[in-house]
């Protein structure tokens, strides 16, 4: 007799789980990137406990459709791409059908969704991946997630699991590259009851360069923009005389989508070259759009590493771009302010 069995559905998705959900803030990531992708205008996010007790995520996007909510649930269940062909040109932050699924397999969730405006929509509640209840409900529209003991029937992963303070930290990082990266959006973020971020929404990129980094950062950043055939780059650098111990105050921004590549840490350095003191970092938060077709965002379940197919030339254009701005800088300094 064989040995083989395909593994229960429940199983399975608690293996799959792993791959996605490695802690609290990859919960918070997966939820916060649905509700950009559900076209919000407003996002906010009440942790609690570094969200081991609780993660809510409540948006105002377009919400889930009544025959949806049960499918958004089971693995492979996307609205966002549906030929192999998709797959090369992804514009959305999703993709993959596997957050809902994961998050559920390891949790106690709840989704609150309306796509209309009438008061009423569906609430969807799921524990340790099993469906328990969907029921109409009074909702606004848009979507409501909360997250309850996370890992509680993964104890192996509970383990691994840092401190609150950790935890809260990977979260706060997280949620500061998507304010980042998407300005028009209005984000709050609360922990314990205490507003960590609360950005306007109105486009304004150095608002949020503000809220995060401080009003000192935002008047030593200078703004730079540059295009060519592929690419076209946007943000803020700071001056040379604002910098960091570390490269964590580096956030690329690329088609929306918040990655991390030593190859443009590298052309950012460059273009400071001798202006930056030794082990020194500048801050920066740099937007750059390109065709998604020169860009592979499939190589990780996290999607924060992406390949891209012409690499060396965009580092060139990085450099010269960022080195042009900074030249800039230094040649004709800034007016002094008036006493
Ligand atoms: P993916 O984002 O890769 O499509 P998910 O498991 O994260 O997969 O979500 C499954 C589907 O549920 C999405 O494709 C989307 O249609 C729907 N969905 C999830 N979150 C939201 C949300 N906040 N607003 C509207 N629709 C959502
Ligand atoms: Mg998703």
């Given at each position: 007799?064989?040995?083989?069995?395909?593994?229960e559905e429940q199983i399975a998705n608690q293996?799959a789980a792993?791959?996605?959900?490695?802690?609290?803030?990859?919960?918070?990531?997966?939820?916060?990137?649905?509700?950009?992708?559900?076209?919000?205008?407003?996002?906010?996010?009440?942790?609690?406990?570094?969200?081991?007790?609780?993660?809510?995520?409540?948006?105002?996007?377009?919400?889930i459709e009544k025959e949806d909510c049960e499918l958004a649930f089971l693995p492979h269940a996307?609205?966002?791409?549906?030929?192999?062909?998709?797959?090369?040109?992804?514009?959305?932050?999703?993709?993959?059908g596997?957050a809902l699924p994961s998050i559920s397999a390891v949790s106690k969730m709840s989704c609150i969704t309306?796509?209309?405006?009438?008061?009423?929509?569906y609430k969807v509640v799921n524990e340790g991946g099993v469906l328990k209840a969907v029921e109409e409900t009074?909702?606004?529209?848009?979507?409501?997630i909360t997250v309850k003991e996370?890992?509680y029937n993964?104890?192996?992963?509970?383990?691994?699991?840092?401190?609150?303070?950790?935890?809260?930290?990977?979260?706060?990082?997280?949620?500061?590259?998507?304010?980042?990266?998407?300005?028009?959006?209005?984000?709050?973020?609360?922990?314990?009851?205490?507003?960590?971020?609360?950005?306007?929404?109105?486009?304004?990129?150095?608002?949020?360069?503000?809220?995060?980094?401080?009003?000192?950062?935002?008047?030593?950043?200078?703004?730079?923009?540059?295009?060519?055939?592929?690419?076209?780059?946007?943000?803020?650098?700071?001056?040379?005389?604002?910098?960091?111990?570390?490269?964590?105050?580096?956030?690329?921004?690329?088609?929306?989508?918040?990655?991390?590549?030593?190859?443009?840490?590298?052309?950012?350095?460059?273009?400071?070259?001798?202006?930056?003191?030794?082990?020194?970092?500048?801050?920066?938060?740099?937007?750059?759009?390109?065709?998604?077709?020169?860009?592979?965002?499939?190589?990780?379940?996290?999607?924060?590493?992406?390949?891209?197919?012409?690499?060396?030339?965009?580092?060139?254009?990085?450099?010269?771009?960022?080195?042009?701005?900074?030249?800039?800088?230094?040649?004709?300094?800034?007016?002094?302010?008036?006493?």
């Open positions: 007799m064989g040995k083989i069995h395909i593994l293996i792993g791959e996605v959900v490695e802690r609290p803030s990859s919960v918070v990531k997966e939820l916060v990137e649905n509700s950009i992708d559900a076209g919000s205008t407003k996002i906010d996010i009440v942790i609690e406990e570094g969200g081991l007790q609780s993660i809510r995520v409540t948006d105002n996007g377009s919400g996307t609205s966002k791409i549906s030929s192999s062909k998709d797959l090369f040109q992804i514009r959305s932050l999703g993709f993959r596997e309306s796509t209309e405006n009438t008061g009423l929509g009074r909702a606004s529209k848009g979507t409501d996370l890992f993964t104890p192996a992963r509970l383990k691994y699991v840092k401190t609150i303070q950790t935890e809260l930290g990977h979260i706060s990082d997280y949620i500061y590259r998507l304010a980042l990266a998407y300005p028009d959006i209005r984000f709050t973020l609360t922990h314990n009851g205490k507003t960590l971020l609360q950005t306007l929404g109105n486009g304004d990129l150095l608002q949020v360069i503000a809220a995060i980094y401080g009003r000192t950062v935002a008047k030593a950043m200078i703004q730079v923009t540059g295009s060519n055939m592929d690419y076209s780059l946007s943000g803020y650098i700071a001056k040379p005389e604002m910098t960091r111990s570390n490269r964590s105050s580096i956030s690329f921004i690329v088609n929306g989508r918040y990655i991390r590549n030593p190859f443009l840490n590298k052309a950012i350095l460059n273009a400071y070259h001798t202006l930056l003191p030794i082990h020194r970092y500048p801050i920066c938060v740099l937007h750059i759009q390109m065709d998604p077709t020169l860009l592979d965002v499939n190589v990780h379940p996290a999607k924060l590493e992406v390949r891209f197919s012409k690499e060396k030339e965009l580092m060139v254009f990085l450099e010269q771009e960022l080195r042009k701005s900074l030249q800039k800088q230094v040649l004709i300094p800034a007016a002094k302010e008036p006493k």
